[in-house]
C-alpha cells in the first residue's frame, strides 16, 4: 500500500540546519508531487512546500530562501533541506502527496500523509 515515512527531525538552535527525508513506497512517484507541511502547537497545519512530477518547486512566503525541496524518484525519496532556522519553524513536519501542488498552501486533497517528525527550535 501507499506509504510516506517522515525522518530526519531533532533539536536545533536557532540558525541551524535540518534535513527532512520523506520516503515512498507503494507508488511510481515520478508521477506524482509530494508536499511538505507542518503544525504547531495549538495552530492549523500549513503548507511549507511542495515539488511536482516535473520537479517544479513552490514555498510558502515565511520559508522562501531558507528551505529547499527536491526529489530523487530513483530512491523514491522527496527532502526538505531547511537553513537558517528558527523558533516559529518549530512543529511536526508532515509530507503527503497528491496528482499536482495545486492547493499544498492547506493540504487539500492530500492524502497518504505520514507520521511526521518533530523540528524543535531551540537555544
Known amino acids: 500500500q501507499v506509504q510516506l515515512v517522515e525522518s530526519g527531525g531533532g533539536l536545533v538552535q536557532p540558525g541551524g540546519s535540518l534535513r527532512l527525508s520523506c520516503a515512498t513506497s507503494?507508488?511510481?512517484?515520478?508521477?506524482?508531487?509530494i508536499g511538505w507541511f507542518r503544525q504547531a502547537p495549538g495552530k492549523e497545519r500549513e503548507g511549507v512546500s511542495c515539488?511536482?512530477?516535473?520537479?517544479?518547486?513552490y514555498y510558502a512566503g515565511s520559508v522562501k530562501g531558507r528551505f529547499t525541496i527536491s526529489r530523487d524518484n530513483a530512491k523514491n525519496t522527496v527532502y526538505l533541506q531547511m537553513y537558517s532556522l528558527k523558533p516559529e519553524d518549530t512543529g511536526v513536519y508532515y509530507c503527503?502527496?497528491?496528482?499536482?501542488?495545486?492547493?499544498?498552501?492547506?493540504?487539500?486533497?492530500?492524502?497518504?500523509w505520514g507520521q511526521g517528525t518533530q523540528v524543535t527550535v531551540s537555544s
Open positions: 503527503a502527496t497528491k496528482r499536482f501542488c495545486s492547493d499544498y498552501v492547506d493540504g487539500s486533497g492530500f492524502g497518504s
Open positions: 515539488i511536482s512530477s516535473s520537479a517544479s518547486t
Open positions: 507503494g507508488f511510481t512517484l515520478d508521477y506524482y508531487a
